[in-house]
């Protein structure tokens, strides 16, 4: 089993930065990526960035240029850094891992990111 808690969502003006973060515990030691996803009122969820543990990434084309998603392996965390926000990355948003040990993803509780004036 693996364990994803999120943090550092927020209310952030168009053109900021906001950094959010994703805490793994448990069976880390299977996780092979790990990644942020979005899902914005009346949508449907879509990938924004992933992290394989070889330290490969990938971005969405909407955030590419915008948007880092880097790990920090000493502590289990992954982050997303959103710099030049706007309003419609406006979403709750997931982190996701994907373990050897289980068929489906993991998935955290989601934090609330707005974007507004």
């Known amino acids: 089993q693996v364990q994803l808690v999120e943090s550092g969502g927020g209310l952030v003006q168009p053109g900021g930065s906001l950094r959010v973060s994703c805490a793994a515990s448990g069976s880390i030691f299977s996780i092979y990526a790990m990644g942020w996803y979005r899902q914005a009122p009346g949508k449907q969820r879509e990938l924004v960035a992933v992290i394989t543990s070889g330290g490969s990434t990938n971005y969405a084309d909407s955030v590419k240029g915008r948007f880092t998603i880097s790990r920090d392996n000493a502590k289990n965390t992954v982050y997303l850094q959103m710099n030049s926000l706007k309003p419609e990355d406006t979403a709750v948003y997931y982190c996701?891992?994907?373990?050897?040990?289980?068929?489906?993803?993991?998935w955290g509780q989601g934090t609330q990111v707005t974007v507004s004036s």
């Open positions: 996701n891992a994907e373990a050897a040990t289980s068929k489906y993803p993991y």
